[in-house]
């Protein structure tokens, strides 16, 4: 008997690799194969929108000096633990609630709980001769366990619900923008300001074989690799901006960590978020929803600048501050154009014509 218990044994033990190696194969075979295929033929499918779009995009340097990155601000950085640093002010109330009565509240229930369990598994072990409790109802440690959780959830209800308030009640805007994200890149319109049209594509790195001839490569000016953009999403300081984000084809999402922003972009729908950043800087966030398969090479970086500035940097995009005369921006795009022409008739397409064709 023993000699067929270890035959089996054996023959269990000689099995078992082979069972084992056999799924894995099949998982590479599974998961690498259809998906090395997928990515295949969507990048195919894609490739030509793709390559195109930051072509166009990223030939032209700017016009206007870029404010440089700052190291550690709007970025995630190696070693550090938790949020980023808040530069909104909602962001600094919701990353204090949460670094704050939010983590403490777990760590102290959930040493309790451990501490609890480990020493009703030692001093109530059968190892110790303990005889078991025969108590089966006792009022007063119902009550106590029933109502000490409720209090700790209102506890933690009150904070963030008035915390979801403020973010869904933004005060007046005094700027709107237009986010819409496309498979694999993010675009800004600026109706108040002449409605131009930002299109921001992902900066490749200096040795990208990708890289086209004279076609510009990321510098640390630009911000960290995989999260500088060609062109920036600008807004003013100080101000309330508003975002109507919405996609042009799958669920993209529009998330800012710096300014406690994620919000789905989806196509068909528009989603409303606002932002108000005192501190002018840069600052960098990703599409935060599985796009596609280039999902992870569509960065957003958002540049504050001092109003001044911001309104020289529309006019550098042949935009004008918001209830500026908008007989400014039109006249320099339709000089070129036609000279002689009835100004209002012909402007308006020469100034929508570009914003559509990116589109
Ligand atoms: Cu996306």
């Known amino acids: 008997m023993k000699l067929i218990g270890l035959a089996i044994a054996l023959s269990a033990a000689v099995m078992t690799p082979a069972v084992a190696v056999a799924p894995q194969i099949n998982d590479t075979q599974s998961a690498g194969q259809p998906v090395g295929q997928s990515v295949g033929t969507q990048v195919a499918e894609g490739a030509v929108p793709a390559a195109d779009a930051p072509a166009t995009a990223t030939t032209a340097t700017p016009a206007f000096p870029q404010t440089p990155a700052t190291p550690g601000v ?9 949020l980023q640093e808040q530069y909104t002010n909602l962001g600094q109330r919701a990353a204090s609630f949460h670094n704050g009565p939010l983590l ?3 760590v ?18 059968r190892g110790a001769g303990h005889e078991p409790s025969r108590t089966s109802h006792n009022t007063l440690l119902e009550v106590v366990w029933t109502l000490v959780p409720v209090l700790v959830l209102v506890a933690i209800a009150i904070p963030s619900i008035r915390l979801l308030a403020a973010q869904y009640s933004p005060p ?5 923008i237009k986010v819409v994200g496309h498979q694999w890149y993010w675009s800004y319109q600026y109706p108040d300001n002449g ?3 930002i299109v921001s594509n992902m900066l490749k790195e200096k040795g990208d ?8 490569f990321r510098t640390d000016a630009d911000g960290p690799a995989m999260l500088a953009t060609d062109e920036r999403l600008v807004i003013p300081a100080g101000k309330v901006v508003k975002f109507l984000i919405t996609s042009e084809d799958v ?14 972009a989806n196509p068909g729908r528009v989603n409303q978020d606002w932002v108000k950043v005192d501190r002018p800087g840069v600052y960098f966030g990703q599409c935060s929803e599985l796009c596609g398969a280039r999902h992870g090479y569509m960065p957003i970086a ?6 001044a500035q911001f309104n020289a940097w529309l006019a550098s995009k042949g935009g004008t501050p918001k209830g500026a005369a908008p007989a400014a921006a039109p006249a320099p795009a339709a000089a070129p154009a036609a000279e002689a022409a009835p100004p209002a008739a012909i402007e308006q397409p020469a100034l929508t014509q570009p914003a559509t064709a990116q589109n």
Do not use: N
């Open 74 to 82: 709007g970025m995630p950085t190696a070693q550090r633990l938790g």
């Open 104 to 106: 403490w509240m777990c």
């Open 108 to 125: 102290i229930i959930s040493l309790f709980v451990l501490v609890l369990l480990a020493y009703t598994m030692f001093r109530f072990r």
């Open 172 to 176: 007046p805007a005094d700027l709107t």
């Open 195 to 197: 409605g131009f049209e």
């Open 209 to 216: 074989p990708t890289l086209k001839p004279g076609e510009r």
């Open 251 to 264: 669920i993209h999402s529009f998330a800012v960590p710096a300014f406690w922003t994620k919000m789905d």
């Open 302 to 307: 958002v540049e504050v600048l001092p109003e």
